[in-house]
């Protein structure tokens, strides 16, 4: 059910438009997924991160849509990237194992199997739509060749096959390679370093540009695009770029998660400079949640839900997920960031009075838990406020509405007093006009 949810959200969104406001142009929008890794629910700002260091991903789901109870298929990276690129549970994909009591598992260096050949993964199927598609950043579905991206459908492909564990000695295990396409180009810690003290490693730019780059190309060309774009940043041994190195209040972590934040903002708006915002579906979400048991500095937020990386718990499985796409996905003011309540708050205006939402705050003070309309306590309250509010629509004179009218000559222009200090200015005609409120 909850591969189901991720792959099915995704496909939706593409098939039908969502609530279109224009038609998809030829029924092909591009599409850009951001993976991020062990990033959890309580990293980003909307969701209520004290810190507030997000701006770029608040402005996403502020425009766009977000979503509160979102599910990854598995709670480790490995089967979740599977996952959510075949649309199959973990079980049905082959990522998982059956040693000891076992059931999760990942592929590090010395794991022999990865992605099958009988798997039909999403560029495979984008292939026969006319989709070109790239990979920018970490694979995880094996190593060898046989089970490289461009084994699988994707036409191009800039990062790594494995975690960036290390350094390593070469001569007991090697660094793991970074592939431009179908041959390396380095290895991490060699040719592409990151700091292990400091913290300092230049690899998301590196996966921004390729990104970037990317875009301008097929924004020039007749093709629709896919970009899967999967930095690995916020995974421990967590790293950032000079520029965002010691910003974040929240140590190294938070430094990468401004970083991936800034590299968000880039990419949304270089969709808009080249004019194809409009025909690109854009969905942001996590591998698995936070890698708590990688300690504080390493790891992020799962905000109030218990546990995270490798259990089933709300922690690990529940993740950060925003869709985008304008003219397509009409944007939502959050009157409550951070407290998202499902069936209480919402991203657009809602009329209760019908049927009004009822809380105890004597137990319920965060108002979180609505009491059922079909409990026999909500039937009892609502017969006991119904009286009053009769009572006061009865006896109700209303007066005349003060807030509807706007017009810019009623602006400050010429308050009283402002001749004595010469600050009287000359106000515009009045043009008065019907005020919008969005609350």
Not at 116 to 125: A, T, Y
Not at 241 to 269: H, K, N, P, T, W
Not at 289 to 297: L, W, Y
Not at 396 to 401: D, I
């Amino acid at each position: 059910m909850d591969t189901f949810i991720k792959s099915f959200t995704i496909i939706s969104f593409l098939t039908y438009g969502c609530v279109s406001a224009t038609p998809v142009k030829a029924s092909t929008p591009n599409i850009i997924i951001m993976l991020m890794d062990d990033m959890g629910w309580g990293d980003l700002g909307v969701f209520g991160q004290p810190s507030k260091e997000t701006p770029n991903l608040d402005k996403m789901a502020a425009q766009g849509m977000l979503f509160p109870n979102f599910y990854t298929a598995n709670p480790l990276c490995s089967p979740s990237r599977a996952s959510l690129l075949t649309g199959r549970l973990p079980v049905r994909n082959g990522f998982y194992t059956t040693n000891g009591k076992a059931r999760n598992a990942y592929t590090p260096q010395e794991m022999v199997g990865g992605i099958s050949s009988d798997e039909i993964l999403l560029p495979r199927l984008l292939k026969k739509k006319g989709y070109v598609s790239k990979i920018v950043g970490k694979w995880h579905l094996g190593h060898r060749p046989k089970f490289l991206p461009l084994e699988h459908g994707f036409d191009q492909w800039f990062g790594a096959p494995n975690c960036h564990f290390g350094p390593y000695n070469s001569s007991k295990r090697p660094n793991v390679p970074v592939y431009n396409n179908s041959e390396m180009v380095g290895r991490y810690y060699e040719e592409f370093q990151i700091n292990r003290k400091t913290g300092e490693s230049n690899l998301t730019q590196l996966y921004l540009q390729e990104a970037l780059g990317f875009i301008h190309q097929q924004s020039l060309s007749s093709k629709p695009f896919f970009l899967y774009w999967a930095p690995d940043s916020t995974h421990s041994p967590v790293y950032a770029s000079q520029r965002f190195l010691g910003r974040s209040s929240r140590g190294r972590y938070g430094d990468a998660v401004m970083e991936i934040d800034d590299s968000v903002g880039q990419i949304l708006s270089w969709l808009s400079t080249l004019g194809i915002e409009q025909n690109t579906f854009v969905f942001f979400t996590s591998d698995n949640g936070a890698a708590v048991m990688s300690g504080p500095n390493e790891s992020g937020s799962n905000g109030p839900f218990l546990c995270g990386k490798e259990t089933t718990f709300e922690g690990g499985m529940r993740e950060p997920a925003v869709a985008w796409w304008p003219g397509h996905i009409p944007g939502g003011i959050n009157f409550c960031p951070g407290q998202e309540v499902p069936g209480v708050t919402t991203h657009v205006q809602k009329e209760h009075t019908m049927q009004p939402l009822i809380f105890h705050l004597g137990r319920d003070p965060g108002e979180k838990y609505p009491i059922s309309v079909l409990s026999m306590e909500y039937q009892t309250v609502l017969r006991r406020i119904a009286p009053v509010v009769k009572q006061h629509l009865d006896s109700l004179v209303p007066a005349a509405p003060q807030l509807n009218m706007c017009d810019l000559a009623a602006m400050n222009w010429a308050p009283a007093g402002c001749e004595k200090l010469g600050k009287c200015l000359k106000g515009p005609e009045s043009l008065p006009w019907k005020c919008e409120w969005p609350h």
